[in-house]
């Protein structure tokens, strides 16, 4: 027995990212539709370890500044884009 899924659409990923970063204070510059533009081609469990990936860089960064406040801006997803595209 084979079970093949298909892959979320747009819509679908964007509804993705909106799940794994609803919890989240996003900057600005972070576009939910540009990333789902952008990831096209990848499963929802890969969507939501770029969320993760993109958390911790944004804690990692917020524990370098000595700063309480914990925002995820586009440069944390863009350098999680970088190391997830590395592996």
């Known amino acids: 027995l084979t079970l093949e899924l298909a892959l979320p ?6 509804a ?3 799940i794994h970063t609803k919890h ?9 539709e540009d990333f789902a533009e952008r990831s096209e081609g990848l499963s929802g469990a890969e969507i ?6 993109a958390g911790m860089n944004a ?4 524990e370098d500044e000595n700063s309480e406040a914990l925002m995820l801006e586009k440069k944390h997803f863009d ?3 970088t190391n997830f595209s590395a592996h």
């Open 9 to 14: 659409d747009k819509e679908e990923r964007r």
């Open 16 to 18: 993705i990212f909106e």
């Open 24 to 32: 989240q204070t996003l900057g600005s510059d972070v576009n939910l």
């Open 48 to 53: 939501e370890a770029l969320c993760h990936m």
């Open 59 to 62: 804690i990692r960064e917020t």
């Open 79 to 81: 350098e999680a884009w």
